[in-house]
């Protein structure tokens, strides 16, 4: 079998055209590589993929007319036997009354036999229970406040929770809290984690830490880290892990009863993730090195060694990084604790990154559903002429399925774990991932089909059983029936205005927008509302030799074009507070208004194709939490959002 009729049976798409309508066949150097780096699977003779049972509706799989009848299958879970049965003719009716979860399915002829996932889903995810409402959208990281320590953290969050009841939204949204390298002062992108998984530690408040203990030298310390206008990542961690090395030497010594039971309460929910995360971090920094590069015996996880290096000399080191989990993971549940305590209806509406880096926890532990040797990226478009690779690993589809879909289970129990509601990045990769061999260009990547519905079912699972809505960050080259396919199964569409215009230029007026979406002005990878209205965007990248992709004239018909949608629908001003009624109004029942726009922000949070270019992820906002009531036009605010606001005016 040649390579591209290898690539065909495991799903990789060779020939499409590209954002630009051109063209594309994949590269056989390229092909090699990805083929080589994917699990060797081609679907069986007889069901061959994921089988997906949903609630309430009828589901028969259709059998080859090569298929040896009868044909016989079993649903086994890890207790035993669930179901059993045989079709004697070429379809198998499934059980309709399954319990939900994720099980095994065995099916034989008397030549063949073959064993897939078989995944019992309601009938869709978690719908949310208000009608609509509106969030704040806040970069964490930016936050300033007189009290932390050089980056918002979760005590900060608390804050903005309450100031944004005091403004009438109904929760926070926030860039991803993901696990990051904490020894990479560049490495701060939230959507390039160590890990999914686990939470960035850098969010914690150390002194709310039990044990904590101030110090003359972190007081000194602390002055430049707060009254800098970037974030100094390095600077903060450098002064929070010796913090929290010394609070946890204080619990070890002495630990308070609840504190060490709750201690233990949260390594027992976490399990075996947290004990191979924890021997991870550790070995990492004892190595310094890629894990590929590590000894042998430890480029895999392993539970016999994970449980020898618990016991020997890094015993204490493996605890900490545990301990300083369990201090992220309880300080946040707290900020998401009183967001309910307030009424929020959504409370906390975090973001989950598409893919993973390379060097990371997750491609450690997950070998089998994570390829290492391929990055995540997009092919040419008209905004991206030379395509994007992110540079993050993303899963496989057969590895998922030879895994039973549990990392990607694992991935979202973890993200539910404090939310109401989480988006989904790039959430496209859910029906094909276009993949990038290390060495090659963006060009020169290929489309791998995943297992669309098992997916989707997964999903609808984790989100009913965490009550969590689930928005699915669904912009850029949409495959024909994408967006009707995931509304079937329940997940939320992403409208933002700035792209939501016709081939004219002209906005889309209020009655285009989906209710079953979050509509927003903008995004973090887009200009601010001031940025853009001041041409301020256009004027930075071109200051950075970046084609910005727009001319002056055009921005001067898109402000246009912007006057006469809000005037059309009798919103006679266009500053922020106006759009911010125009999508107020709309019957989505999610909207995010970003708070560096109530801000006056001029600058975006991150300009993509930059890396050292401008301070993406690092910018702090102007104004300290302490002082944004003052700053905010409260009043006007308010009046713009009243349709869906739970203050009064």
Same mark, same amino acid.
């Given at each position: 079998?040649?390579? /591209?009729?290898?690539?065909?049976?495991?799903?990789?798409?060779?020939?499409?055209?590209?954002?630009?309508?051109?063209?594309?066949? $994949?590269?056989?150097?390229?092909?090699?590589?990805?083929?080589?780096?994917?699990?060797?699977?081609?679907?069986?003779? %007889? +069901?061959?993929?994921?089988?997906?049972?949903?609630?309430?509706?009828?589901?028969?799989?259709?059998?080859?007319? $090569?298929?040896?009848?009868?044909?016989?299958?079993?649903?086994?879970?890890?207790?035993?036997?669930?179901?059993?049965?045989?079709? !004697?003719?070429?379809?198998?009716?499934?059980? *309709?009354?399954?319990?939900?979860?994720?099980?095994?399915?065995?099916?034989?002829?008397?030549? $063949?036999?073959?064993?897939?996932?078989?995944?019992?889903?309601?009938?869709?995810?978690?719908?949310?229970?208000?009608?609509?409402?509106?969030?704040?959208?806040?970069?964490?990281?930016? +936050?300033?406040?007189?009290?932390?320590?050089?980056?918002?953290? @979760?005590?900060?969050?608390?804050?903005?929770?309450? /100031?944004?009841? #005091?403004?009438?939204?109904?929760?926070?949204?926030?860039?991803?809290? #993901?696990?990051? /390298?904490?020894?990479?002062?560049?490495?701060?992108?939230?959507? !390039?984690?160590?890990?999914?998984?686990?939470?960035?530690?850098?969010?914690?408040?150390?002194?709310?830490?039990?044990? @904590?203990?101030?110090?003359?030298?972190?007081?000194?310390?602390l002055a430049p880290l707060r009254a800098g206008d970037v974030v100094d990542y390095f600077g903060v961690a450098g002064l929070k892990w010796r913090a929290l090395r010394k609070a946890f030497a204080a619990f070890k010594a002495s630990a308070k009863p609840g504190r060490q039971q709750d201690f233990d309460k949260f390594r027992a929910e976490r399990g075996t993730l947290l004990s191979h995360f924890a021997c991870f971090e550790v070995l990492r920094h004892k190595f310094g090195k890629p894990w590929w590069e590590w000894p042998q015996e430890w480029r895999q996880p392993d539970d016999a060694r994970c449980a020898a290096l618990r016991q020997g000399e890094h015993a204490d080191e493996i605890e900490f990084v545990e301990f300083v989990q369990w201090t992220a993971d309880r300080q946040l549940g707290a900020a998401a604790d009183l967001a309910k305590q307030l009424g929020m209806k959504v409370g906390l509406y975090l973001d989950v990154a598409v893919g993973v880096q390379a060097d990371g926890f997750d491609a450690w532990n997950e070998q089998v559903a994570i390829s290492r040797h391929l990055g995540v990226g997009a092919p040419p478009d008209p905004l991206n002429t030379a395509g994007q690779t992110w540079g993050l690993a993303g899963f496989n589809a057969v590895g998922l399925e030879l895994e039973s879909f549990a990392p990607y289970r694992?991935?979202?129990?973890?993200?539910?774990?404090?939310?109401?509601?989480?988006?989904?990045?790039?959430?496209?990769?859910?029906?094909?991932?276009?993949?990038?061999?290390?060495?090659?260009?963006?060009?020169?990547?290929?489309?791998?089909?995943?297992?669309?519905?098992?997916?989707?079912? +997964?999903?609808?699972?984790?989100?009913?059983?965490?009550?969590?809505?689930?928005?699915?960050?669904?912009?850029?080259?949409?495959?024909?029936?994408?967006?009707?396919?995931?509304?079937?199964?329940?997940?939320?569409?992403?409208?933002?205005?700035?792209?939501?215009?016709?081939?004219?230029?002209?906005?889309?007026?209020?009655?285009?927008?989906?209710?079953?979406?979050?509509? =927003?002005?903008?995004?973090? &990878?887009?200009? =601010?509302?001031?940025?853009?209205?001041?041409?301020?965007?256009?004027?930075?990248?071109?200051?950075?030799?970046?084609?910005?992709?727009?001319?002056?004239?055009?921005?001067?018909?898109?402000?246009?074009?912007?006057? &006469?949608?809000?005037?059309? #629908? $009798?919103?006679?001003?266009?500053? %922020?507070?106006?759009?911010?009624? /125009?999508?107020?109004?709309?019957? !989505?029942?999610?909207?995010?208004?970003?708070?560096?726009?109530?801000?006056?922000?001029?600058?975006?949070?991150?300009?993509?194709?930059?890396?050292?270019?401008?301070?993406?992820?690092?910018? *702090?906002?102007?104004?300290?939490?302490?002082?944004?009531? !003052? =700053?905010?036009?409260?009043?006007?605010?308010?009046?713009? =959002?009243?349709? *869906?606001?739970?203050?009064?005016?």
């Amino acid at each position: 079998m040649d390579l /591209f009729a290898q690539a065909k049976a495991q799903g990789i798409q060779t020939e499409f055209l590209d954002g630009q309508g051109h063209r594309r066949v $994949t590269d056989a150097a390229a092909l090699k590589i990805i083929l080589d780096a994917l699990p060797p699977q081609a679907p069986g003779p %007889l +069901v061959g993929r994921p089988v997906v049972v949903r609630s309430g509706r009828p589901s028969r799989t259709e059998l080859p007319a $090569t298929a040896g009848l009868p044909v016989e299958w079993k649903i086994v879970a890890d207790s035993g036997l669930i179901a059993k049965g045989e079709s !004697s003719d070429h379809a198998i009716d499934w059980p *309709r009354e399954l319990p939900l979860g994720i099980y095994r399915l065995q099916v034989s002829d008397a030549t $063949t036999a073959e064993d897939v996932p078989l995944i019992s889903a309601p009938e869709r995810a978690f719908g949310g229970e208000f009608d609509r409402c509106w969030l704040l959208a806040v970069q964490l990281y930016g +936050v300033r406040s007189a009290r932390n320590w050089g980056m918002g953290d @979760f005590t900060d969050l608390a804050s903005l929770i309450e /100031f944004a009841d #005091h403004l009438g939204a109904d929760g926070i949204g926030l860039n991803p809290l #993901h696990a990051l /390298f904490d020894d990479r002062p560049g490495d701060c992108s939230p959507y !390039s984690p160590n890990s999914r998984l686990f939470l960035n530690a850098l969010y914690i408040d150390v002194e709310k830490v039990s044990e @904590f203990q101030p110090d003359s030298e972190t007081r000194e310390a602390l002055a430049p880290l707060r009254a800098g206008d970037v974030v100094d990542y390095f600077g903060v961690a450098g002064l929070k892990w010796r913090a929290l090395r010394k609070a946890f030497a204080a619990f070890k010594a002495s630990a308070k009863p609840g504190r060490q039971q709750d201690f233990d309460k949260f390594r027992a929910e976490r399990g075996t993730l947290l004990s191979h995360f924890a021997c991870f971090e550790v070995l990492r920094h004892k190595f310094g090195k890629p894990w590929w590069e590590w000894p042998q015996e430890w480029r895999q996880p392993d539970d016999a060694r994970c449980a020898a290096l618990r016991q020997g000399e890094h015993a204490d080191e493996i605890e900490f990084v545990e301990f300083v989990q369990w201090t992220a993971d309880r300080q946040l549940g707290a900020a998401a604790d009183l967001a309910k305590q307030l009424g929020m209806k959504v409370g906390l509406y975090l973001d989950v990154a598409v893919g993973v880096q390379a060097d990371g926890f997750d491609a450690w532990n997950e070998q089998v559903a994570i390829s290492r040797h391929l990055g995540v990226g997009a092919p040419p478009d008209p905004l991206n002429t030379a395509g994007q690779t992110w540079g993050l690993a993303g899963f496989n589809a057969v590895g998922l399925e030879l895994e039973s879909f549990a990392p990607y289970r694992d991935m979202l129990r973890a993200s539910m774990r404090h939310a109401g509601a989480i988006r989904l990045d790039h959430v496209l990769g859910l029906k094909r991932l276009y993949l990038v061999p290390q060495g090659f260009s963006a060009r020169d990547g290929v489309y791998v089909q995943m297992p669309f519905e098992a997916l989707l079912a +997964v999903t609808a699972q984790e989100s009913v059983a965490n009550r969590c809505v689930v928005i699915g960050e669904d912009l850029g080259t949409v495959p024909e029936g994408f967006r009707d396919q995931i509304a079937d199964w329940g997940i939320w569409s992403y409208l933002v205005m700035m792209f939501e215009r016709d081939d004219a230029g002209s906005f889309r007026h209020i009655d285009h927008y989906l209710t079953n979406a979050l509509v =927003t002005f903008n995004t973090h &990878d887009l200009s =601010t509302y001031a940025g853009w209205r001041s041409f301020g965007d256009l004027k930075l990248k071109r200051s950075l030799g970046i084609d910005p992709g727009e001319s002056d004239d055009a921005r001067w018909h898109a402000l246009a074009m912007l006057d &006469d949608v809000l005037r059309h #629908h $009798t919103i006679d001003r266009n500053d %922020l507070y106006s759009v911010a009624n /125009f999508l107020a109004r709309t019957k !989505s029942r999610l909207l995010a208004i970003s708070l560096e726009d109530l801000l006056g922000v001029m600058d975006q949070p991150n300009i993509p194709g930059t890396v050292n270019e401008h301070p993406n992820w690092r910018q *702090r906002l102007p104004v300290p939490i302490e002082e944004m009531t !003052s =700053t905010v036009d409260v009043a006007a605010l308010k009046a713009a =959002t009243h349709e *869906r606001s739970r203050a009064a005016i």
